[in-house]
């Protein structure tokens, strides 16, 4: 891909339970609907923030509708129930037009700024995915934690793939692959056993996380 174009992204949050965090999230994306050149010279601009509705216990759905009536770069998806954080990405994946696709919570731990690095770590080594590689632990309690640890080394060993030990849900993928994944692999497959699938060019961003 050509490093002096302007690449667009598209952002993908999954929403389960962003009613008091959304609002401030995308208040931090919008300057980056402007265009932006991050430290390694790379023109980018986000060209849609895509959130999906997975049906949580909270009132997400009204403040999706608020954003939507704000911002004309937020695009909503509403499921039809909760289907969980990887099929409600991929939905998103499916809608999105960028020349990337980053994923990132809705909690705001990732910081959206990052996706410059992310894009500069691609663009310098011909990366097709990029995952966000915490560089401090991960700021939530210890049963997530653990359950993350657990999850993350079944897949590894599963697969016989180590590198699948550094997933993380801060990506930047290839749009076209992110829209071939969407497109041919169901709600009953795991996300980044897919995307492993598919990309053959991976790499790992160091990145700081914040608190939720």
């Given at each position: 891909?050509?490093?002096s174009a302007l690449h667009r992204v598209s952002i993908v949050i999954p929403v389960y339970g962003g009613e008091k965090t959304l609002p401030t999230l995308i208040k931090e994306i919008t300057p980056l609907t402007l265009m932006q050149t991050t430290p390694g010279g790379v023109r980018y601009v986000v060209c849609e923030v895509i959130l999906v509705h997975d049906c949580g216990p909270d009132q997400s759905d009204r403040v999706l509708e608020d954003l939507e009536a704000q911002h004309s770069f937020v695009r909503?998806?509403?499921?039809?129930?909760?289907?969980?954080?990887?099929?409600?990405?991929?939905?998103g994946m499916?809608?999105?037009?960028?020349?990337?696709?980053?994923?990132?919570?809705?909690?705001?731990?990732?910081?959206?700024?990052?996706?410059?690095?992310?894009?500069?770590?691609?663009?310098s080594s011909s990366l097709q995915l990029v995952?966000?590689?915490?560089?401090?632990?991960?700021?939530?309690?210890?049963?997530r934690n653990t359950l993350s640890r657990i999850a993350k080394t079944i897949a590894a060993k599963t697969l016989g793939n180590s590198q699948m030990s550094k997933f993380n849900s801060f990506r930047l993928v290839d749009g076209e692959i992110a829209r071939t994944l969407a497109a041919?692999?169901?709600?009953?497959?795991?996300?980044?056993?897919g995307l492993f699938w598919i990309a053959g060019r991976i790499g790992n961003c160091p990145i700081r996380l914040r608190n939720e």
């Open positions: 891909m050509n490093e909503p998806i509403w499921l039809s129930k909760n289907y969980g954080q990887h099929a409600a990405t991929m939905a499916a809608s999105a037009t960028g020349d990337w696709v980053a994923t990132i919570d809705e909690d705001g731990q990732q910081d959206p700024a990052d996706i410059g690095m992310m894009l500069d770590y691609a663009m995952y966000a590689q915490p560089t401090n632990p991960p700021p939530h309690g210890w049963l041919y692999c169901g709600n009953g497959v795991y996300l980044d056993v």
